[in-house]
Nanobody, 128 residues
Framework: QVQLVESGGGLVQAGGSLRLSCAASGRTFSSYAMGWFRQAPGKEREFVATINWGGGITYYADLVKGRFTISRDNAKKTVYLQMNKLKPEDTAVYYC?????????????????????WGQGTQVTVSS
């Protein structure tokens, strides 16, 4: 069983930065890829970023590429999402998720079905 707890969300002005954290329980954290998704009101959950088990391979949605950075610390069982140059359209609830595999297969990792455990989400609001 894996539990994921996100933190770090909040209200920020456009152009600002936030760093989200996702703390995981369980012994298998370092064996699996992790991902971040987001969901805005009235919209479907969308992929943001993913990172492989070792942290050496990452993949981003085009909308956040160059602004967001995903990273992980396996010793701390934590995955991070550094968000810079935030825009009002980044406003959403952000979720971290544990993948069902160790490596990432790029476009296949954009689907929620590639993940089997999810956190409760943390709200990010970007004001204009």
């Amino acid at each position: 069983q894996v539990q994921l707890v996100e933190s770090g969300g909040g209200l920020v002005q456009a152009g600002g930065s936030l760093r989200l954290s996702c703390a995981a329980s369980g012994r298998t954290f370092s064996s699996y890829a992790m991902g971040w998704f987001r969901q805005a009101p009235g919209k479907e959950r969308e992929f943001v970023a993913t990172i492989n088990w070792g942290g050496g391979i990452t993949y981003y949605a085009d909308l956040v590429k160059g602004r967001f950075t995903i990273s992980r610390d396996n010793a701390k069982k934590t995955v991070y999402l550094q968000m810079n140059k935030l825009k009002p359209e980044d406003t959403a609830v952000y979720y971290c998720a544990k993948a069902t595999r160790a490596e990432i297969y790029y476009s296949s990792m954009t689907r929620p079905s590639a993940y089997d455990y999810w956190g409760q989400g943390t709200q990010v609001t970007v004001s204009s």
